[in-house]
């Protein structure tokens, strides 16, 4: 085990770590690595990421992570590496627990190559914090149902305490506990004790989570996390005026996120599982159950959906793949080349994601948000060179496309200490310049930096013809126009 664990490490931190700033800074990305500075300098804003309706618990691990590392963008990107390799680890174990070390082994592989984690792993943004969440959660369940400790109860709460202090859906974890009543042993004469205490210790580990998750109301913002879940998802009374008219279209591009990233062979394991072998029905019920309840909720529910919102979903479906191909390979003995056959298009997709992210078979949202679209940061790297260029020769103004997001955070996590740089965030754009900046440019040079739509420019990154400007740099998207720069004349 000691060569299997020294060779999964291998092959994962050269997975996560190659080329991992090669992908341009996103626009959440940017929001979070900025929370976590602030939060980092002044201890009154350790609850800064509620004042836009997320919890803090990615924010805070990035503050330890900033102390170390110079760079905050690596920074951030290396808390979802540290969180795939904890995921990678529970993975483990949780197939071990409910099958055997062969499914646990490859399980790991799998997830290793599973372009969808590839993607999430080295990013610096919530979701493999809450996949890892998923996994180990359901790991100490079935230990749960299985001894009925307090120990263990405990170690749940505080696991389950830190998914909900990552993010909303953490909640899921704790409803499901209930679905872990598939490993009951119901025919035990003692059941009804052990039902009992089993009920007793789910409910000490729920009070935790919700104990920990309290904390959360010692911010004034605190409200504000109901009021951006509406944004994502459908209020209870509001779904109940149209309670399947989205259902379908959610389904489908659900799906169609799943196949993509999942692939069409590793896919058919998922099925063949509950075919090649009808041994472990239960165990196979309650992994296929946390992928598909959380599935169905997030179509009924789902208001405003991205493909990230379903990693943590998957993470059960790798073991079941997993299991399939053990039961292959007690059959045709030709495990490397199974194993190269039905993983194929993942290594293809890994391929691309490691070398030239724009032609990564991946899901297509997630191309237009992360380098085809205005969301990416493309260019902003070079921003940041040029302003930090330009304040060596005397103090500068910089004015930026929107007040929240990936600007101005883009440009203030690296320049927030220049003394000679002062970023200013602008919205709306009006038909002339703001007066702040125009101000400015009495004893200083002003700088505007465009990169995404607005009513008076034209493209994506063009300023407004009315404006007394001049080009100074331009940095081309795909798909959406380009990050431009410009002086004021």
Known sequence: MIMFWFVSGILFLLSRLYNIMSLPIFTDEAIYTRWSQIAKLDPNWRFISLTDGKQPLFVWINMIFMKFISDPLLSGRLVSVFAGALTMVG??????????????????????????????????????????????????????????????????????????????????????????????????????????????????????????????????????????????????????????????????????????????????????????????????????????????????????????????????????????????????????????????????????ILTDFAKAPIAYSDLQQYILDWPAGVGVKEAVKFFDEKSKSGKIFVATEGTFGLMPYGLEIYLFKNKNVEIKGVWPIEDLPPKEATDASKTKQVYFLFYQPCTQCKMPGDAPQSWPVKKELSFPRVNAGSLTIYSLR
């Open 91 to 352: 993975i483990f174990f949780l197939a071990r627990e409910l099958f055997n070390r062969k499914v646990a082994i490859i399980s790991v592989f799998l997830y290793i190559v599973y372009p969808f984690a590839l993607v999430y792993d080295r990013m610096a943004l919530y979701d493999s914090l809450v996949a890892a969440g998923a996994i180990w959660s359901l790991f100490f369940e079935i230990l749960l149902i299985k001894k009925r400790r307090l120990d263990i109860a405990l170690i749940l709460g505080m696991v389950l305490g830190a998914s909900v202090l990552t993010k909303t859906s953490g909640f899921l974890f704790i409803y499901l506990l209930p679905v872990s009543l598939l490993l009951f042993n119901w025919k035990s004469e003692k059941r009804n004790d052990q039902l009992i205490r089993w009920g007793t210790l789910a409910i000490v580990s729920t009070g935790f989570a919700y104990f920990y998750y309290s904390i959360l109301r010692l911010s004034p913002f605190y409200h504000i996390i109901n009021e951006k879940n509406a944004i994502f998802v459908y209020p209870l009374r509001e779904w109940l005026t149209h309670p399947f008219t989205f259902f379908v279209s959610n389904w489908s591009g659900q799906f169609n996120w799943l196949l993509t990233y999942m692939t069409l062979p590793v896919l058919l394991l998922i099925v063949g599982s509950f075919i090649l072998n009808r041994k472990n029905l239960k165990e196979k019920l309650l992994l296929f159950s946390w992928f598909i309840f959380p599935f169905i909720a997030l179509a009924l529910f789902g208001k405003t959906l991205y493909p990230r919102f379903i990693l943590f979903m998957t993470m059960p479906l790798l073991i079941l793949a997993a299991y399939s191909l053990s039961e292959i390979y007690k059959k045709i003995k030709l495990a490397p080349l199974i194993l190269l056959l039905f993983t194929a298009l993942m290594l293809k997709s890994d391929y691309f």
